[in-house]
């Protein structure tokens, strides 16, 4: 069964700092890995996504790398702004129509 | 934005009560899929949809049930609510994204308090 794992749970910086969140999965067969953001009491934003057979995607100071061998995928933010204080969630999908199989996510506070 | 739409958006009922929430699309996807979020848990699917009529059975399904009779209509159904269906419900969508690949969109959410 597949299961995905984030560290830190939560993660406190200043702001300008470069930060990695990390995302770890047990099976290495997936079809994809998208990263979101959510706010509280809101739904979830994707932020990226990531193919099986890619390494990386980048969007603006955002980006995710994927090491699907070794199970694993980050989220690099650079400059971090107090707006990026969120839940980032990763989530991988084992097949093209199947479901997300969630972590339970990394709370960002970036502090003015 | 992807065309999801859920209500309602916020519903406070007694245990024992029947609800139903609606998940709306108006992007003609056929996979559709319920997930409910609790703290310490993330994410978890409840049930999902492959086309009117069908569908199956997620990680966390008892208590649940849903039907599809639209390819835009997607109903999750607590057939008598109970305190530990208190959660926020999401419905997801699912689509070839600008990436080429599949990608799960999500509606903004259903607050169900069951008292």
């Known amino acids: 069964k597949q299961e995905v794992t984030q560290i830190p749970a939560a993660l406190s910086v200043p702001e300008g700092e470069n930060l990695v969140l990390n995302c770890s999965f047990t099976?290495?067969?997936?079809?994809?890995l998208q990263w979101f953001r959510q706010d509280p009491g809101k739904g979830l934003t994707s932020l990226l996504l990531?193919?099986?057979?890619?390494r990386e995607q980048t969007s603006g100071r955002l980006n995710a790398s994927l090491d699907k061998s070794s199970g694993r995928s980050t989220l690099y933010i650079a400059a971090s702004q107090p707006g990026d204080s969120a839940t980032y969630l990763c989530?991988?999908?084992?097949?093209?129509?199947?479901?997300?199989?969630f972590g339970k996510g990394t709370k960002l506070s970036v502090k003015p | 934005d992807a065309g999801i739409t859920q209500s309602p958006r916020h519903k406070v009922t007694e245990t024992g009560t029947p609800v139903t929430l609606r998940c709306h699309q108006t992007e003609n996807h056929r996979y559709m899929y319920w997930y409910r979020q609790d703290p310490g848990h993330g994410l978890r699917l409840i049930h999902y949809s492959y086309g009117v009529k069908d569908t199956d059975k997620g990680e966390v399904s008892d208590g649940y049930s849903v039907s599809r009779s639209k390819t835009e209509d997607f109903l999750l159904t607590l057939e008598s609510a109970t305190s530990s269906q208190t959660s926020v419900y999401f419905c997801?969508?699912?689509?070839?994204?600008?990436?080429?690949?599949?990608?799960?969109?999500f509606g903004p959410g259903t607050r169900l308090t069951v008292t």
């Open positions: 997801a969508i699912s689509g070839i994204g600008t990436s080429g690949s599949y990608e799960q969109y």
């Open positions: 989530a991988v999908k084992e097949g093209s129509q199947g479901n997300l199989i």
């Open positions: 099976d290495s067969a997936i079809y994809n």
């Open positions: 990531i193919q099986s057979s890619q």
